[in-house]
Nanobody, 119 residues
Framework: QVQLVESGGGLVQAGESLRLSCAAS????????IGWYRQAPGKSRELVAT???????TYADSVKGRSTISRDNAKNTVYLQIYSLKREDTAVYFC?????????????WGQGTQVTVAS
């Protein structure tokens, strides 16, 4: 069982940067891939960035080149830094932990943190 808590959201001005944190409980955190997702009002949830247990990363085109996902396994935390924020980055940001095992996929979601970008 993994519990996730996101933090770092808030109201920021366009052009500023923000670092979101996803803190996890459990001693097996390092074996999970972590994804950051976001959901804007009236829209479906979309994948923003992922980081594997080995540290490989992927980014959505919407944030590629202006965001960094990283993990600190000693702190059981994954970070998402977004630079040059835009109004369209406004959304609730969620993190998800996933581990694929032989016969099942373990997935856990956090409750989300609101990011609002004002112009």
């Amino acid at each position: 069982q993994v519990q996730l808590v996101e933090s770092g959201g808030g109201l920021v001005q366009a052009g500023e940067s923000l670092r979101l944190s996803c803190a996890a409980s459990g001693s097996t955190f390092s074996t999970y891939s972590i994804g950051w997702y976001r959901q804007a009002p009236g829209k479906s949830r979309e994948l923003v960035a992922t980081i594997s247990s080995g540290g490989s990363t992927t980014y959505a085109d919407s944030v590629k080149g202006r965001s960094t996902i990283s993990r600190d396994n000693a702190k059981n935390t994954v970070y998402l830094q977004i630079y040059s924020l835009k109004r369209e980055d406004t959304a609730v940001y969620f993190c998800k932990a996933q581990r694929i095992e032989t016969y099942r996929i373990n997935e856990y979601w956090g409750q989300g943190t609101q990011v609002t970008v004002a112009s």
